[in-house]
């Protein structure tokens, strides 16, 4: 599956086995865990399986997150996008798309995470035809909070996720 979705500072296309230094740099910060679960990855044995888990939903579900590549440096800084979930229940659901994205912490407070985010629910919306988008982040990450808000997502509630053991937030968007 190859995905080019460009914006202005942005370009998302499918994760590839060349982003794994990019990949074990983001999923080995213990910041980027902080809520997360605090489970940071410890080996690129552990990213490539991330990586090998993302393309293979690329081709059993057809969609997967995407790579976040910086257009000024070619850099890979994280992963956005649309990814349609069916190994858990979450907040009474079992099967349905959500939105998310995790960066490299250097590129935070950029405003990286709202310009993919906001790509990839166009890219759900026009191009996937999907009918709404789900999200949901911890309830103490205000900063993802506030970009899921400037995504155009609503807060609808506060649940708690059993499986991971975390209290989070739910949110949704519709295609009007």
Same mark, same amino acid.
């Given at each position: 599956? %190859?995905?080019?979705?460009?914006?202005?500072?942005?370009?998302?296309?499918?994760?590839?086995? $060349?982003?794994?230094?990019?990949?074990?740099?983001?999923?080995?910060?213990?910041?980027?865990?902080?809520?997360?679960?605090?489970?940071?990855?410890? $080996?690129?044995?552990?990213?490539?399986?991330?990586?090998?888990?993302?393309?293979?939903?690329?081709?059993? &579900?057809?969609?997967?997150?995407?790579?976040?590549?910086?257009?000024?440096?070619?850099?890979?800084?994280? !992963?956005?996008?649309?990814?349609?979930?069916?190994?858990?229940?979450?907040?009474?659901?079992?099967?349905?798309?959500?939105?998310?994205?995790?960066?490299?912490? &250097?590129? !935070?407070?950029?405003?990286?995470?709202?310009?993919?985010?906001?790509?990839?629910?166009?890219? *759900?919306?026009? %191009?996937?035809?999907?009918?709404?988008?789900?999200? %949901?982040?911890? *309830?103490?990450?205000?900063?993802?909070?506030?970009?899921?808000?400037?995504?155009?997502?609503?807060?609808?509630?506060?649940?708690?996720?059993?499986?991971?053991?975390?209290?989070?937030? !739910?949110?949704?968007?519709?295609?009007?």
């Amino acid at each position: 599956m %190859t995905f080019n979705i460009e914006t202005e500072r942005l370009l998302l296309r499918e994760l590839r086995t $060349t982003d794994l230094e990019g990949m074990f740099e983001l999923d080995a910060n213990p910041n980027v865990h902080r809520y997360l679960g605090n489970k940071p990855i410890k $080996t690129k044995a552990e990213a490539k399986k991330i990586l090998d888990s993302v393309k293979q939903q690329y081709a059993d &579900r057809g969609i997967g997150r995407f790579a976040v590549i910086e257009k000024a440096t070619g850099d890979f800084i994280g !992963w956005s996008g649309i990814r349609l979930n069916t190994e858990y229940n979450m907040n009474g659901f079992t099967k349905y798309y959500d939105v998310g994205y995790r960066l490299i912490e &250097r590129y !935070w407070g950029k405003g990286y995470a709202t310009e993919s985010g906001k790509a990839a629910v166009h890219y *759900a919306f026009n %191009t996937m035809k999907l009918p709404v988008l789900y999200a %949901t982040t911890e *309830a103490g990450n205000q900063a993802s909070h506030n970009a899921l808000l400037k995504i155009g997502l609503h807060y609808v509630s506060d649940f708690y996720f059993e499986h991971e053991q975390l209290n989070l937030r !739910w949110y949704k968007i519709e295609n009007k």
